[in-house]
């Protein structure tokens, strides 16, 4: 009875349709070159197999918008136009399930780490909404150094970032995007009173710390109907923190 419901389709209500009811969800693999950030081989034969396993909706890991790391091997998005990996990537994560034609959806899940950027990663100093450390009773500090307060021109320039990502994704074959705002990331830092603590448009009231978050959103729908495809974009929320920008045949 539970795999029958598990095998069945599932319309979204931005009506893609999820061919059954099994999510892969994001994971980050740290299976990224170290220098370039791109995917490596075992990456793509990775996904391969989730999606041959019988997945209806892959999420990718946490794919990094510009070089402020999550962790090691993470993928960095670098230009809009995909590399020979990147494409090979997108069509392993979409390959059919074994012995079928149910094809997965799949989505890139692109986030910025803000203050949760390890030092061992990275040398540069993390960046967040203000400068207020990352505080765990003894592994706050060693965890992460304290960061550095984004000047209003840089948050401006971050939906440019994340649009900028969408259309790599979008253009070497994934399905869509989803942007992290959770687990303590920069867009959650923005979102929480707690560790933003900004006096300018992106701080103070809920409608200023969510700005960022709507610019984004905005910012890749704009950027992604510069494609030159007949698809257009519907945010949709997957989960709380989380949206979902899938794509719409004939719009
Ligand atoms: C190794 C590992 C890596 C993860 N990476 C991400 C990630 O990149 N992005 C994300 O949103 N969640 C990430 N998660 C959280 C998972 O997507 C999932 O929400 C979490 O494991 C809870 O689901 P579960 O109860 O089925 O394990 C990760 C989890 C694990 C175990």
Redesign the pocket.
Known sequence: MTEEILRKPFRLPCEVVLPNRICK????EHLAHPITGEPLKAMVELYRAWAEGGSGLI?T??VMVDEHL?GPGNVICRSTTPSAIWREWAEASKTCRKGSQERPVAIV?L?HPGRQSPPSVSLRRPVAPSNVPFRLPGVGIQLFRSPRTLTTEEVKALPTKFANAAALAVAAGFDGVQI?A??GYLLSQFLSPHTNRRSDSYGGSAANRRRLLLEILAAIRIASQLLVTPWAFIERPLEPG?CCLSRREGN
């Open positions: 969800t994001a994971t980050s999420i890991g946490n999550e899940q986030s992290h959770a687990h989380a």
